[in-house]
């Protein structure tokens, strides 16, 4: 179809100089004893409960929000654009007023969001396009949220999230009634939806390569007209993330029967109107890998719980593996390691830092990550691209990434790409410790997606880090 006529609102960027490239200097990098590690909020979580603030009838506040990633900012300036006022807390609990957008960059002091809910029925259509960012979780949730509407919206994307295919979810809204179009001439992105959505009872819903769609449905729900059951096709993967939201929902008033498949409408209702955000686990792997490639002592100032884990848990049963412990909120090295077989069915982010941990250890193999081709780039063997770079080998086959072990590192010969995908520049940035020299990293802000103190933690332990300021064509 053509033009919407509808402008993007999104983050502000240079329109004259960009920083494609991380210089990373090791020349005069000092031996390092100890490096504080401090995870930023899980944006798993943080998505979800602002999914479901949102429709509540309650002004609610988010804590643990001081580091948020773009991500988590892309859900809330969309949420703004449908109507829902979001501010800023100092530890006080005191509002803070920016004079600029704060879902771009929320003022110096920011530690908590007051969101105000507008109720199910409440959410209003937005005059601009929809755009989530990077943020694949956000996107979906995003586009099943407003199958509510009447009035057409667009959503769209980085260039990481246009090249991501969204059919399974755009099938589930049509299956509800609402007409999903690409914009001519687009990629996968943008997407125009026009509802509102008029459930016939039931649909089907592929669950072999995502569990997203069905996080975005489940959170949807709550403004159905009638009950809808879903219908499962496929092996599931990334559970742990779907039964967090159907947990998070039967949390905030949904009917148990949510956890299987029957979805009813309800208004979400947070006791004590207070959520507290656990630490991401996802982002420990790079605490891990940190350790072991600067052989130091990494210390994390708050460990995530085994049940804020979402399938990352596996972290914590391998550590051994791979010559390291978690002790007392520290990570160390410790002699032996062995040869490990991880399955990452249910936590597929891991795929790229783990893979370089069983190189620098014992070796091993992942399974079950088929579906991490299917994230930011194809990490299975995008995976294996990035360690060569580094020296290190590995390769991919019949769903198995295979990694030898005893390897050592080796100084990229020229820059390192990345891919477009931030864990594939954070892993870069971390195995870049223990380089020989000047390393170049494609990427120069990917990090900020889920982590914005990825270079300042190195940066507080004397390693010289900068952007290479670059003006565009």
């Not at 991380?22 to 899980?42: A, D, F, G, H, Y």
């Not at 819903?205 to 496929?234: F, M």
């Not at 170049?440 to 103190?453: M, Q, R, S």
């Amino acid at each position: 179809m053509g033009n919407t006529g509808m402008d993007r609102h999104s983050a502000p960027v240079e329109e004259e100089l960009s920083s494609p490239f991380l210089l990373v200097n090791t020349r005069q990098k000092r031996s390092i004893e100890r490096i504080q590690w401090r995870l930023p909020p899980s944006k798993s979580h943080a998505i979800r409960w602002l999914a479901l603030a949102a429709q509540s009838e309650q002004k609610v506040v988010i804590h643990n929000l001081a580091h948020a990633g773009q991500d988590i900012l892309s859900m809330r300036r969309c949420l703004g654009q449908l109507g829902v006022r979001i501010t800023d807390l100092n530890h006080r609990g005191e509002v803070l007023v920016s004079g600029n957008d704060s879902s771009v960059k929320p003022p110096q002091g920011t530690v908590s969001w007051c969101v105000e809910g507008v109720g199910v029925a409440g959410l209003k259509p937005p005059n601009s396009v929809l755009d989530a960012g990077n943020s694949g979780t956000a996107l979906r949730i995003l586009m099943a949220l407003c199958a509510r509407l009447k009035d057409p919206v667009t959503v769209d994307g980085d260039a990481s999230l246009r090249s991501r295919n969204h059919d399974v979810m755009a099938g589930a809204l049509e299956q509800l009634g609402v007409k999903v179009s690409r914009i001519e001439g687009g990629e996968n992105l943008p997407l125009h939806l026009v509802g509102p959505w008029n459930p016939t009872g039931s649909l089907t819903l592929d669950i072999s390569t995502s569990s997203q769609p069905t996080t975005a449905l489940c959170l949807a729900a709550a403004s159905l007209p009638s009950p809808v059951r879903l219908e499962n096709q496929g092996i599931g993967v990334s559970l742990r993330h779907s039964e967090l939201t159907k947990l998070l929902c039967e949390q905030t008033g949904a009917s148990p029967s949510i956890h299987q498949g029957e979805l009813h409408p309800w208004t979400p209702k947070i006791d004590g109107s207070s959520i507290v955000l656990p630490p991401d686990a996802s982002m420990l792997s790079f605490a891990f890998l940190a350790a072991k490639v600067s052989q130091s002592l990494v210390e994390i100032e708050h460990v995530p719980e085994l049940r804020d884990a979402l399938g990352h848990e596996v972290l914590f049963e391998f550590a051994p593996f791979f010559g390291l412990q978690l002790k007392d909120s520290t990570i160390s090295n410790v002699s032996g390691g062995q040869h490990a077989i991880i399955d990452l069915r249910h936590g597929n982010d891991l795929i790229t830092p783990v893979a370089a941990l069983l190189a620098l250890a014992k070796g091993g193999e992942i399974i079950g990550a088929q579906h991490a081709a299917y994230k930011e780039t194809d990490r299975t063997r995008g995976t294996v691209a990035l360690l060569k770079q580094f020296g290190l080998d590995a390769s991919y086959a019949d769903g198995r990434l295979t990694v030898p072990g005893g390897q050592q590192l080796r100084s990229p010969e020229g820059p390192v790409e990345t891919y477009g995908d931030h864990r594939m520049q954070m892993t870069a940035l971390v195995l870049a410790m223990g380089c020989e020299g000047d390393v170049f990293i494609e990427g120069a802000d990917l990090h900020e997606v889920a982590d914005p103190e990825a270079i300042q933690r190195w940066q507080a332990v004397g390693v010289a880090i900068e952007p290479l300021l670059k003006r565009t064509e």
